[in-house]
């Protein structure tokens, strides 16, 4: 059973910064995906940004690139998620989630179903 533990969210205001953190407690980890994903109340969970865990790719959701970047620190078991220009409509709970399936390659990263593991969620609140 994997663990994530996500932190750093917060209370920000428009135009501010935020980088969230999201850590895996097994020793030896080695998803095929990190996602992060936000939901907010009354809405679906929506990809926000993944990266493959060895090759780093990256995808980002239209809404948030240029604006987010997702990084991970293999050593450390961790990735993250750089936040810059933060809009109130970026207001949600955010998720990380880890992909140990490749099934469908890069392609199906975007999706909610093929994550296995999710971590707890953290709340991002950006005032106007």
């Known amino acids: 059973q994997v663990q994530q533990v996500e932190s750093g969210g917060g209370l920000v205001q428009a135009g501010g910064s935020l980088r969230l953190s999201c850590a895996a407690s097994v020793r030896a980890f080695s998803p095929y995906a990190m996602g992060w994903f936000r939901q907010a109340p009354g809405t679906e969970r929506k990809f926000i940004a993944t990266?493959?865990?060895?090759?780093?790719?990256?995808y980002y959701a239209d809404s948030v690139k240029g604006r987010f970047t997702i990084s991970k620190d293999n050593a450390k078991n961790t990735v993250y998620l750089q936040m810059n220009s933060l809009k109130p409509e970026d207001t949600a709970v955010y998720y990380c989630a880890a992909r140990f399936s490749n099934f469908g390659g890069n392609a199906y990263n975007r999706d909610v179903s093929s994550y296995d593991y999710w971590g707890q969620g953290t709340q991002v609140t950006v005032s106007s």
């Open positions: 990266i493959n865990w060895n090759a780093g790719t990256t």
